[in-house]
């Protein structure tokens, strides 16, 4: 019989899971690599969007541009986990898990970081940092300092 609890086993597998990007997606962990957070839009309607994907979700036209965000976001909404769910995330309780909007208008989920949860609000201003996990460039925003919402 074995001693080993279900959590011990969980921390020796703990390693952070890894971006398997498709066609469309691996420009935009490139070009985290290289320091910028970019996303895509629409030639035909304006949108811009995020995920990658190969067409517009608004238009579905093929034809698009990619285009550098300034890092200037806001808050959209968040939850504050206290539980992992992945392995790798038990030595970062509790963590934000957050929807942000671009200045340019996409939205993604990423993470506020350097920020205690219980002083976030809705629409406050967030600016991007791009951290190393595992060497892989991985977008995410702290609270802005120096402006008014
Ligand atoms: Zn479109």
Not at 53 to 58: A, D, M
Not at 115 to 118: I, K, N, R, V, Y
């Given at each position: 019989m074995s001693t080993t609890t279900r959590d011990e086993a969980m921390v020796e597998e703990a390693a952070f899971p890894q971006p398997d990007p498709n066609e469309a997606g691996r420009p935009f962990w490139q070009a985290l690599r290289d320091g910028a957070l970019t996303f895509q839009r629409c030639g035909a309607c304006g949108k811009g969007w995020l995920p990658?994907?190969?067409?517009?979700?608004?238009?579905?036209?093929p034809d698009w541009t990619r285009e550098q965000a300034s890092g200037r976001a806001r808050l959209v909404s968040w939850v504050v986990y206290?539980?992992?769910?992945?392995?790798?995330?038990a030595s970062r309780l509790p963590y934000t898990v957050a929807v942000v909007e671009l200045e340019e208008g996409p939205r993604m989920i990423s993470n506020i970081v350097r920020?205690?949860?219980?002083t976030l609000c809705i629409d406050q201003p967030l600016s991007l940092v791009i951290e190393d996990e595992s060497g892989t460039a991985v977008p995410r925003f702290v609270p802005a300092t120096g402006q008014g919402a």
């Open positions: 990658a994907r190969s067409h517009c979700p608004g238009c579905l036209c206290r539980m992992a769910y992945h392995p790798a995330f920020a205690d949860p219980q």
